[in-house]
């Protein structure tokens, strides 16, 4: 009883502070300060309820179980982390992304493509990744080149629609201009539509941040060397070592998370100057 009513205090703490620095001036430190402290009073709350509910490890481990597998296991969650986010996620997020931003290009300059290529892209992207996965692991093998593919097929065409939407960015106004001073396509392209279509290319760069990891996860469920997270999850949940399962777990939240952030940073970088990144 004393865990259920320390989760609920846990609770009102956590809830009182939030709203005191809600009422704070915006500031990096209140910015960063609420969803820290919402984040501890979850895992607070998690950790009181499962033990005064008396919950089976099997079913719900608790955040402090979790921790301690994560410390133990150290070693076998950087070799699966390099197997699926280094080898497969990232190579196949660079290969993917690259392509789709290259065929926009094509797209662009030849519109008779557009019709060609989008309704095929479209086809593509409707497709299952359950489906499309142990295919592509037994056209590519086990290793990571398999994963890479199925990140490839899973990133291409948000990349692809939202590059071919940013290069029409530029109103017709802008491209007159360009005309005026004989401007080529390639001058064109470096000088008013890339810079214009920027926003568009970093939001298909984020949502395929997202898709990437989840692409590769998904593929070692159908086939991976004895490492990787995909594979670690799948045997551990087999083996009911579900401390372990939540290690990995938090291992892709952590990993998802910062790769998110590292492409919204370069974002607003790149594109300060955009109405979407002042204030």
């Known amino acids: 009883m004393i865990w259920i009513l320390s989760g609920f205090v846990i609770w009102g703490v956590g809830w009182r502070l939030n709203i005191w620095l809600s009422h704070k001036p915006k500031t990096s430190f209140t910015r960063l300060a609420v969803p820290i402290i919402f984040g501890i009073t979850l895992i607070a709350m998690w950790e009181c ?15 402090s179980m979790i ?41 662009d300059r030849f519109p008779f493509l557009q019709r060609g290529l989008l309704p095929v892209g479209n086809f593509v992207a409707a497709l299952p990744i359950i489906g499309m996965a142990p295919i592509l692991v037994m056209w590519f093998g086990f290793d990571w080149q398999s ?34 001073y004989a401007a080529s396509y390639a001058q064109t392209l470096i000088k008013l539509r890339l810079p214009a279509a920027m926003p568009f290319i970093f939001n298909g760069l984020k949502i395929a941040t997202t898709l990437a990891l989840i692409g590769a996860i998904v ?37 998802g998370s910062a790769f998110y952030g590292g492409v919204a940073l370069l974002e607003k970088a790149v594109t300060s100057w955009h109405p979407s990144q002042r204030g």
């Open 49 to 63: 309820f499962v033990r005064g509910l008396e919950i089976s490890p099997v079913l719900l481990p608790p955040p």
């Open 67 to 107: 921790a301690v597998a994560f410390a133990e296991s150290t070693n076998i969650l950087w070799e699966d982390f390099v197997q699926t986010v280094i080898k497969g996620a990232l190579s196949g997020y660079i290969i993917g992304c690259g392509a789709a931003f290259l065929t926009a290009i094509a797209i």
């Open 147 to 180: 994963k890479a593919a199925v990140v490839v097929v899973m990133v291409f065409f948000p990349m692809l629609v939202n590059t071919v939407q940013g290069l029409q960015a530029s109103d017709h106004m802008q491209r007159d201009l360009m005309r005026t």
């Open 219 to 255: 593929a070692e469920f159908f086939g991976s060397p004895i490492k990787g997270m995909g594979f670690r999850i799948s045997t551990s949940v087999g083996q009911l070592a579900l401390d372990l399962v939540w290690a990995e777990i938090v291992v892709a939240a952590v990993v």
